[in-house]
């Protein structure tokens, strides 16, 4: 298939490109720096500032599918009033102009989402059937819109996925900035530890977008999380383990501020997620289900 993708450089990105690769599919990009891109993912890159520009025409020629996952990274630093308006455009702007601009040729619209999408409090278990409120948090405002902008291409008769995913486990994203400080073994529980961790493996993440890509049954929402979900307090001893650290003193929450900015609040909220769409109707088959082993996969 010819795919053009957004966000490739980054974290999730750059394992899909690979994926994708392998798998002989034509490859195209967007990029804030195409020359950078191209260089770093060895596929044809095209820069494109979405506040300014309308959407390169030579990034659209031929395609089948649009996989959307650039944004603003949640975790880089403060959220200044200036970035949540960075991270909420890059997202949704973005997302307005590839959908307005898809050519016939389009098939399928992949679009990242996160679980942030959900309250984040109280003790229910959240699936896709979750009725999304007009008014909640920022975090849901922004998956909200992501996902109305993305959903916009069905009128065209265009196929679309909206990916909710978890905290992603792999060499980069949340784990790579909660790792000095689980090597200084203070990784332990936040609070009471008892907050759920909607975690998935770089791997089977990749795998729900590429099965996602050419399975037509996947449309909608549909949530990427481990169909074994963890608490917080569990999660931080499974790591401390792996990385012989012990786990046991508690990360004070401004740790985690440090670490991850406002985004700390994925971490000490809880979200208490499950795949039942991935699970129940596509019959989506993960290669990580227990989180042991997919620390254990990660870093023996
Ligand atoms: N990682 C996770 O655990 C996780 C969980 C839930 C949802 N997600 C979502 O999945 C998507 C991909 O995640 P990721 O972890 O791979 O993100 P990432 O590593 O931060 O990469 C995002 C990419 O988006 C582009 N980008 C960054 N800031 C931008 C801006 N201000 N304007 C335009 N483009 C910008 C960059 O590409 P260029 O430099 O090439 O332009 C960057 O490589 C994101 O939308 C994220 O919110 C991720």
Redesign the pocket.
Known sequence: MNILIT?A?????RHLVQRLKQDHHTIKVL???GVR?SQKLGVPAYSWN?ATEEVPAGALENIQMIIH??????ANGRWTNQRKR?IYE??IISARKLVAAAPPSLECFLC?S?IGIYPGQGGDIYDESYAVPEHGNFMQAICRDWEKEAANIESRGVRRVSIR?G??LGD???LAKLLPIFKLGLGGPVGDGRQWLPWIHIHDLVSVYTTAALDTRYQGPVNAVSPNPIRYRDFATALGKVLHRPAFFTAPAFMLKLALGEAAALALNSYHIVPTKLMQTYGFEFKFTHLPAALENLFE
């Open positions: 966000g450089t980054g974290f999730i990105g990029s804030r720096d891109a979405y996952l650039m944004g603003e990274n949640l960075e890059s997202r990242a996160a995913t905290i992603v980069g994203g949340m």
